[in-house]
């Protein structure tokens, strides 16, 4: 420090010396700070890979190849829609493997929700439950744009555009023995997904409104089940296809409504796959939570 005080205290050499080291250091912290700002600025853009299937033949002999591509997603242009994660399903199964699920889907909602990404919890008939909360208001004063394409309750499949999922759901899909009774078991979205203040609750084509009202055109959709409400709901994919989002389907954290005694007579996940391939063919491409989190992809413990 003395030489600071006085530098022709000292030789010239010695003055060299520290002078280099200085500039040196000061070089460091230069490009530490420019990596810290380039670092947050890459944190608000999501880097996806998003897998389609491609048909490489013609519309009389189709032939898929799969395909990836790198998305490269503005956070603030993003939502995350979560499907019908409810706190019980009438199946025993599905809500045993909707609670394996939760905890790894919310630390996929931690990380996009700090990178500036809009979560949207929907679940479907049971919003009441929130109401007055600024959650739900949130998405109650976003208002509705006109479409060129009309809005439904419910997005029923068009054989114009798809053919019929490949495995039979007829039964309800429960794949206990013996299966369960169904009901209306719900009364509130699983708790072991947070909601916090800045995200919004809805159950209806309002989620559109609220992604119009705050200029988002990109949608990852996550939740259950990819055969039914994930593809059918009024603020899911098909939907949000029809109105000309840039959607893509998180495939790890999602799980279908299907019996292993009904056609294709596979097993439970392997017709998750079946199906996961059907919206990568039909509707949009799919990617999986280590897009967002850094970590390997969510499996369940029975899928082996």
Avoid at 10 to 18: D, E, N
Avoid at 105 to 125: D, K
Avoid at 193 to 198: A, C, Q, S, V
Wanted: charged residues 20%.
């Amino acid at each position: 420090m003395m030489f600071l005080d006085d530098p022709l205290r000292y030789p010239a050499s010695i003055r060299v010396m520290v002078f280099t080291t200085l500039r040196r250091r000061l070089l460091a912290i230069v490009i530490m700070v420019s990596c810290m700002v380039t670092a947050t600025c890459c944190a608000d853009t999501l880097s996806l890979h998003a897998r389609s299937q491609v048909n490489t033949g013609n519309a009389e002999r189709p032939s898929f190849a799969s395909k990836t591509e790198t998305l490269n997603w503005e956070a603030k242009e993003t939502a995350i829609v979560v499907c019908d994660m409810w706190d019980k399903h009438w199946c025993a199964g599905a809500s045993e493997r909707v609670a394996e699920m939760a905890p790894h889907m919310n630390q996929v909602l931690l990380r996009a929700r700090a990178q500036g990404v809009l979560i949207v919890h929907c679940p479907s008939s049971v919003v009441d439950f929130y109401e007055g909360t600024p959650m739900r208001k949130l998405a109650q004063e976003a208002p509705p744009v006109e479409t060129t394409i009309p809005l439904k309750p419910w997005c029923h499949i068009d054989p114009s555009r798809e053919p019929s999922l490949p495995i039979d759901d007829s039964d309800g899909g429960c794949d206990c023995d013996p299966a369960c009774q169904t009901r209306q078991a719900w009364t509130r979205q699983i708790d072991s997904i947070e909601i916090h203040e800045g995200d919004a609750i809805c159950d209806d084509a309002q989620a559109y409104f609220l992604m119009k009202q705050r200029g988002i055109r990109n949608v990852i959709v996550m939740g259950v089940h990819m055969n039914m409400c994930v593809l059918g709901r009024p603020f899911s994919i098909r939907q949000l296809v029809y109105q000309g989002q840039n959607v893509v389907f998180m495939r790890d954290l999602s799980d279908t409504m299907y019996n292993h005694r009904s056609s294709p007579y596979v097993d439970h996940f392997v017709a998750n796959r079946l199906v996961t391939m059907h919206i990568e063919r039909y509707w949009c491409p799919t990617i999986t939570s280590t897009d967002l989190t850094g970590k390997p992809a969510f499996g369940f413990n029975a899928d082996k």
